[in-house]
Structure formats: structure tokens, C-alpha cells
């Protein structure tokens, strides 16, 4: 019942811009931490940014100075904003909620969305 559906990913040279958006949908009480995800061909998927309900951000070492997460609780969407993008940035872009409830006090699932493809060539 609950869907999050990623959007904003592209083609863009390298020095580019990217803003991804994510937005929870269906019936939601509560989420405690999102974040944004991605998976390299060949390569096992990993953590790029998360933040947590109060607003508390983490990055992974590749993305420090050059992504910022946000969210709007409001809204139960997350965004990346992807800039200075770099060849090894390509890769599919997954967005994360953790920890959704759907009504108080309910049970606590995880859920992903679909992808985003973010490709960086020159």
C-alpha cells in the first residue's frame, strides 16, 4: 500500500547537475529515516545519503561537498541534489523509507522504490 517513486535522474556531462525527488505515497502515520541509495553495474548497492526525521544528515565520503539530501515531512518525500556529478556517480538511484508506520503504534516496514538511472559521460 505503501509506494515511493523516485524521479529527476538523466544523462548529464561530467560538472553537471542532477535534483532527485522521492515521494512517499498511500496511507503513512509516521517515517523515521530516508535516504537515497544507488547500484553500479557490477557493483553491490550503496549507502550516498541519508536523513532522519528531525533532519540529521549523513554522507558517504563520495558525496560530501558535492550532494545534499533534504526532505519535506509534509510531503513524506526525500531529495538529492546531485552537483559537480562525476563518470563514477552513474549509477540507479534508489530512494528509502525506514521504518513506516501506517497508523500509531503499527508495525514498522522498510520500503524502496523503483530507481533512478543517473548516467555521467562526457
Known amino acids: 500500500q505503501v509506494q515511493l517513486v523516485e524521479s529527476g535522474g538523466g544523462l548529464v556531462q561530467p560538472g553537471g547537475s542532477l535534483r532527485l525527488s522521492c515521494e512517499a505515497s498511500?496511507?503513512?502515520?509516521?517515517?523515521?529515516?530516508m535516504g537515497w541509495y544507488r547500484q553500479a553495474p557490477g557493483k553491490q548497492r550503496e549507502g550516498v545519503a541519508t536523513?532522519?526525521?528531525?533532519?540529521?544528515?549523513n554522507y558517504a565520503s563520495s558525496a560530501k561537498g558535492r550532494f545534499t539530501i533534504s526532505r519535506d515531512n509534509a510531503k513524506n518525500a526525500v531529495f538529492l541534489q546531485l552537483n559537480n556529478l562525476k563518470p563514477d556517480d552513474t549509477a540507479v538511484y534508489y530512494c528509502n523509507a525506514d521504518r513506516v508506520a501506517t497508523k500509531p503504534g503499527g508495525y514498522l516496514n522498510d520500503y524502496w522504490g523503483q530507481g533512478t538511472q543517473v548516467t555521467v559521460s562526457s
Open positions: 498511500g496511507t503513512i502515520f509516521s517515517i523515521d529515516d
Open positions: 536523513i532522519t526525521r528531525h533532519g540529521f544528515t
